[in-house]
């Protein structure tokens, strides 16, 4: 966040989040409609100690998804 800050100066989004019932599920829909998920394209726990992954920017314009399980 701190690269993103500093090009960021005058503030802006970061990113996204949306929350999903069964994030697996998601996973799996997104992934089928060629979605990309960042990272090993598993579930981590996040910051609200939930299971989290983040969605491809450039599958959404620049704009950094997050999905979060409820």
């Known amino acids: ?3 993103f ?4 100066d005058g503030g802006a989004i970061h990113h996204i989040c949306i929350e999903v019932k069964d ?3 998601a996973c799996n829909k997104l992934t089928q ?6 990272g090993d394209k598993s579930p981590k726990i996040g910051a609200h100690d939930k299971p989290v ?3 491809h ?4 314009y ?5 999905l979060e399980q409820e």
């Open 1 to 3: 966040i701190r690269n």
């Open 53 to 55: 992954v983040f969605l």
């Open 62 to 66: 620049g704009t950094l998804i997050e």
């Open 33 to 38: 409609n060629g979605i990309r998920i960042l």
């Open 57 to 60: 920017p450039k599958d959404f």
């Open 5 to 8: 800050l500093k090009k960021n």
């Open 23 to 25: 994030i697996n599920a």
